[in-house]
């Protein structure tokens, strides 16, 4: 797992980051299972009770909720997980001066040119260069090895691990990764996948979850009974099974899935938006009760197998959009597709090459599918 950051000093890193979650900051992460077990692995790091943390969902990926919550604590200093702040410098600006001590973001953020303000440190996690792994660091991952640096009680890091396979099943590098995760029997493997999407599922409609962090409680409620009944009680699966977690990550997931699977289902028969010369572009127009649209898009990809995705789904905030692009191919770059359209069309906006998202205007979505479809087509 190190040799994913091989740019990065992680005894170092695992040591300033301890550091200053000790001098209490609080924690932001993105509400995706990537960014929820980058926190929770974070957490862990610290070694003692970490400051407030903070959910930002992905219709709020503009940070002025995130501002307005860290005037609300009065927080020094914040660290962020998996919050791709490429999309927002000016409320990135407006979030460090309300910062005295400072900001940390954990993220891969390619192309970030903006120029940052002095007391915001951007923990790059994607190397230059890296041709023969998808271009994408998990920020969770990332944690978990810097929790592996830290010295964990055997019983700890089995459940750590099992997080660490989780996170990386929610962020679908599963497979790419596999050499460099952890081996755990096949049964915890498929669990892991299981909570994975679940965590996923469950974040998919903030309305319905609000920022109450009941996931994380029970998240740490989890790891410490594990830690406490390890001694009578060996098997990490029933564990898990028999948690509250479990259930609760469970139920999410049959409702989400059953709804993406019928979208990607029906995608994958009908024509392709259109065919540029290498490829053909699908566009997916999800109509459902919650947000779904990053689902269906990466559920539609791996059904297609082939070209581009676009998704696109009205969501309280404004129309989210969501381009995937298939693994075999290597272009075109899709973060920078959607930061080359007009800036005024988009609430937020960023991502990687190979899976970019943005929430649009309400009223600017034709203006959108018809940029993507003349850059696409260039
Ligand atoms: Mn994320």
């Not at 947000?291 to 404004?318: M, P, Y």
């Amino acid at each position: 797992m190190a040799s994913l950051f091989p740019h990065l000093d992680l005894p170092y890193e695992a040591y300033e980051l301890r550091r200053y979650l000790a001098a209490g900051a609080g924690v932001a992460f993105h509400a995706d299972a990537d960014g929820f077990f980058a926190a929770y692995l974070a957490s862990l790091v610290a070694e003692e009770q970490s400051g407030p943390m903070y959910q930002v969902f992905t219709e709020n990926l503009d940070l002025v909720d995130l501002d307005a919550w860290v005037r609300g604590n009065s927080l020094n200093c914040l660290a962020t997980f998996d919050i791709n702040v490429l999309s927002a410098p000016s409320a990135l600006g407006r979030l460090a001066t309300s910062l005295p001590l400072g900001l940390r973001v954990y993220d891969d953020h390619k192309g970030l040119s903006a120029i940052l303000p002095d007391n915001v440190e951007t923990i790059e996690l994607l190397p230059s260069g890296s041709d023969s792994l998808p271009e994408i660091r998990p920020a969770s991952l990332f944690c978990f090895e810097l929790a592996r640096q830290s010295a964990l009680s055997n019983p700890r890091r089995q459940l750590v691990e099992f997080v660490a396979l989780a996170a990386a099943h929610g962020e679908g590098v599963a497979r790419p990764f596999a050499k460099m995760l952890p081996r755990l029997p096949n049964s915890l493997n498929s669990l892991a996948r299981a909570v994975g999407r679940g965590v996923n599922a469950y974040y998919t409609d903030s309305s319905l979850q609000g920022d109450d962090m009941a996931l994380m409680m029970r998240m740490r409620d989890l790891s410490e009974s594990w830690v406490d009944k390890v001694e009578a009680h060996r098997d990490l699966r029933d564990h898990v099974l028999g948690s509250d977690i479990f259930a609760m990550l469970t139920e999410a997931e049959n409702i989400v899935s059953s709804l993406v699977e019928g979208i990607a289902r029906q995608a994958a028969v009908e024509d392709p938006w259109f065919h540029t010369k290498e490829f053909p572009v699908y566009l997916v127009r999800v109509d459902a009760p919650r947000r779904i649209v990053h689902l269906a898009a990466s559920a539609t990809r791996t059904k297609v197998d082939q070209g581009v995705v676009v998704s696109c789904q009205d969501t309280r905030a404004g129309v989210g959009f969501e381009l995937r692009r298939a693994r075999a191919l290597h272009s075109p770059d899709l973060a920078d597709l959607l930061l080359t359209m007009d800036s005024s069309w988009f609430l937020s906006r960023g991502g990687h090459p190979m899976a970019a998202g943005a929430t649009v205007k309400r009223g600017a979505e034709e203006a959108v599918l018809e940029g993507i479809e003349r850059l696409l087509k260039k």
